[in-house]
């Protein structure tokens, strides 16, 4: 489908004269790369409700506008950042799009660990970063990662070496700063683990200043091998005016675990996808998430496991609380090839409608090719019952604390599965705002 | 301490409290029985400010530290503040929520209101324990979620460990010995009689008279279609368990 609107074609503009203007920066193949991807965006165009893919979450408000890219790097709420970013983690900052060594502790780095930046990365780790792209069919990309490869420029590229164990949180934070209006940033990060490794990423994505309209959109390959072990968690608490859409792929080899989790706080619009392939025999993934938004929010997850192999497994359990007139929707896609024999898989999704305004479309979507498989996958809606609350009423609590503590029990569960106390601590950091607002 | 008078209420616009009168003063026991749909837990609920019910006549005093108090016009998390406490018939199941961390909350709030100091966690985990002691329930209770997975009979005692850790002045103990077995309800009213002083009054609300074996009451009433048809002493529960309610109908 292509777009005849004018926004379409101004945002073409915009990645021509972005093409024009790096000219020469890049080696040959990844100028390649960005057209192609170009192409792609170009010929698919913006989608619209139309689309099954978009069918609860208009976009109109996203594409209509015009963007430009921000006109410096330089942080301005250094304070609020550092109540979250804390030096005994492995920090890789990027304020709109670029890294920022002084917030950053990249000296000295861990043994079996590599950082750099995606442009030194395309200059120097080719074939490492070629060997991750050739893993997705450009032909078979939406839009918006189109965009970001497009755009490919900013980010940073993570190399874990074989049988590396790095204790240490690694965490990557991206974060908007600017007092401009219609910011776009396209921040892309590619992580590649070794065999029987183990790992620790938190990417956060960041905005400080509430006033401003900005749109982030973010991508993630994560190529993960034998044996290998990744804890990785996402977490989204951009300014409440502004638009995130997101990609994260995660690659897995033979008998490689991926523990993901997804924090969704902030943003306007927020559309997360997570793909996962198992793409080793007894790989197994977990994707859980959590979502909690207020006032007019939409928050779109999507998550899609393809069981590629025999003997893998998923679990994914995504809980959402809604407040106010905002809206939640999930759809979770299980594919399970012919060849993919005892697989395992498990899905749900679990809401809260705090709001007499709020709404939730829940779909899962499970395609089974394979006959020797256990498939479970179940929803609910719900709201908070009026005799847990008096229960807590008459043991003196308020009823607005009441539902603050029955809400916080609702994602207690869910907190609990993130095995790693920093992360943890940072995600409630981040809820703090969402619950006190509850 | 507490005075109800001419209490009519009901449920959406079925009227269940037909006149209700009561006076308890401090330092006493009182029990309401009455057979099934009497109205005995419908009264206990409008005590603690349950929204579903809707008062539409009479008013609820309740005097403490010299001040006296319209119930009806405060909210229930108001009441409990004031030292009202009810043990649910029902415990309602909190999940997420640890149980010391929903009770510290609870008697913070109460301390706050009353001017006492507040407690920090590791001091008020101790004085959980003690409580939790005292109703002979594991400590475990003390990290586990609120009432999740407790069997009946658990829930039923830690709504005492509750009033123990809250301390009230009135409490409205509603069908606390409903599913309970004898040896938990002789517990349950061990610890009951532990907490009566003479500055406190416990309203006991019962369907059997069993209970009252174990927790001496000073008057009973027997509760019948939303009135109270007759108040005596300790002994009408007997001549209830004896006669049931039948010949007090007429």
Request: proline fraction near 3%; aromatic fraction near 8%.
């Amino acid at each position: 489908m292509i777009s005849q609107s004018e926004k379409h074609e101004t945002l073409l503009n915009r990645l021509q004269e972005f093409q024009r203007r790096t000219k020469g920066e890049f080696p040959s193949w990844v100028v390649d790369l960005q057209k192609q991807s170009f192409e792609r965006a170009a010929k698919l165009g913006f989608p619209t409700l139309k689309d099954e893919e978009w069918k609860y979450t208009n976009i109109q408000p996203i594409v209509e506008r015009v963007y430009h890219f921000p006109p410096e790097t330089k942080l301005r709420e250094v304070t609020q950042l550092k109540q979250y970013v804390h030096s005994d983690d492995i920090n890789i900052v990027l304020v709109n799009g670029s890294l920022a060594q002084d917030l950053s502790n990249l000296k000295k780095l861990p043994l079996g660990l590599k950082i750099l930046t995606l442009q030194e990365a395309f200059k120097n780790n080719g074939i490492e970063l070629q060997n991750i792209f050739k893993k997705y069919d450009i032909h078979q990309e939406g839009v918006f990662v189109a965009l970001t490869k497009a755009l490919a420029h900013n980010g940073v590229y993570i190399e874990i070496t074989d049988k590396a164990i790095i204790e240490k949180v690694i965490h990557v934070v991206h974060v908007t700063s600017t007092t401009d209006t219609d910011i776009i940033t396209t921040p892309y990060t590619m992580i590649k683990i070794g065999k029987s490794a183990e790992a620790t990423i938190l990417e956060s994505y960041l905005g400080f200043n509430p006033e401003v309209i900005y749109f982030t959109n973010a991508l993630t390959d994560i190529l993960i091998h034998e044996n290998t072990t990744l804890k990785y968690c996402k977490a989204q608490s951009e300014c409440l005016k502004s638009y995130h859409i997101g990609a994260t792929r995660v690659w897995q080899e033979r008998d490689s675990n991926f523990l993901g989790f997804s924090l969704m706080v902030g943003g306007e619009i927020t559309r997360n996808n997570l793909d996962v392939v198992l793409n080793g025999k007894g790989a197994s993934a977990i994707l859980n998430g959590l979502y909690c938004v207020n006032g007019t929010q939409l928050v779109d997850n999507h998550t899609l496991v393809d069981h590629r192999q025999p003997n893998c497994t998923s679990n994914q359990l995504y809980k959402g609380i809604l407040n106010g007139s905002s809206r939640g929707v999930f759809n979770g896609k299980i594919f399970v090839q012919p060849i993919a024999q005892k697989t395992n898989s498990y899905q749900l999704n679990k809401n809260l409608l705090l709001g007499k305004e709020s709404q939730v479309n829940t779909k899962p979507q499970l395609e089974i090719e394979a006959d020797d498989v256990k498939c479970t996958h179940g929803a609910t809606i719900g709201q908070l019952n009026e005799d847990e609350i008096f229960y807590l009423q008459s043991r003196a609590i308020a009823h607005k604390d009441a539902i603050r503590m029955l809400s916080h029990g609702f994602v207690d569960d869910i907190l609990s599965t993130i095995q790693n106390q920093t992360i943890c601590q940072k995600l409630n950091l981040l809820l703090e705002p969402t619950f006190a607002a509850l | 301490m507490l005075q109800i008078k001419n209490l009519h209420a009901g449920i959406n616009g079925v009227p269940i409290v037909k006149g209700v009168d009561l006076q308890i003063n401090a330092g006493e026991v009182h029990a309401i029985m009455g057979p099934n749909g009497s109205g005995k837990s419908t009264l206990a609920k409008i005590i603690a400010g349950h929204p579903q019910y809707a008062v539409t006549q009479g008013e609820i005093l309740y005097e403490v530290n010299f001040k006296k108090i319209n119930v009806l016009e405060l909210e229930p998390e108001e009441r409990a503040r004031e030292g009202i406490f009810m043990a649910f018939q029902y415990p309602v199941e909190v999940p997420g929520v640890s149980t010391s961390v929903f009770l510290r909350a609870a008697f913070n709030e109460i301390c706050k209101h009353q001017g006492a100091e507040e407690m920090d966690p590791i001091e008020f985990d101790e004085y959980l324990r003690q409580k939790i002691k005292l109703l002979g329930m594991d400590e475990k209770f003390v990290n586990r979620a609120v009432n999740v997975d407790f069997s009946g009979g658990e829930k039923k005692r830690h709504e005492i460990v509750q009033m123990a850790v809250l301390n009230p002045r009135l409490a409205v103990l509603d069908e606390t010995d409903s599913g309970l077995d004898i040896d938990s309800m002789k517990i349950v009213a061990d610890g009951v009689n532990k907490l009566r002083r003479k500055d406190n009054a416990i309203l006991v609300i019962t369907h059997y008279q069993r209970l009252l074996n174990y927790i001496i009451p000073d008057f009973v009433h027997v509760l019948y279609e939303g009135t109270i048809v007759r108040s005596a002493g300790k002994e009408l529960a007997l001549q209830v368990e004896e006669q049931g309610y039948d010949w007090l109908a007429q």
